[in-house]
């Protein structure tokens, strides 16, 4: 009987949008998805631009995060989400620069 309620406290646990896990995740599709959104505006290149293009279809809400955790999480820990998004605005911004355009 302890194994089961062991089991069932360790599902509920990984169903918590406010555990460890979930807050790793959250801030790390945050930056990667801002900055592939920027890369992808903003790139010279062609090829990169395509990369970032795949790799924030990858961390896009719908595959890595449900929208419940996702609104759970950037409400409580709202702070910290505008911190980390303009920290990678900025700094993708300034790394990545604007692309000319075809004439």
Known sequence: ??????????????????NTGSQVLYFTWLVVYT???????????AWYRFLCFLVNQLFSVGVVMSWTHT?????AYWRESLGALAGTLLLSLAGIHRRRPNA
């Open 71 to 75: 609104v759970l999480l950037a409400s």
């Open 1 to 18: 009987m302890n194994q089961l309620i062991g089991d069932f406290n360790n599902v509920l646990d990984q169903l918590n949008p406010y």
């Open 35 to 45: 900055y592939t959104a920027i890369a992808i505006w903003r790139s010279r290149r």
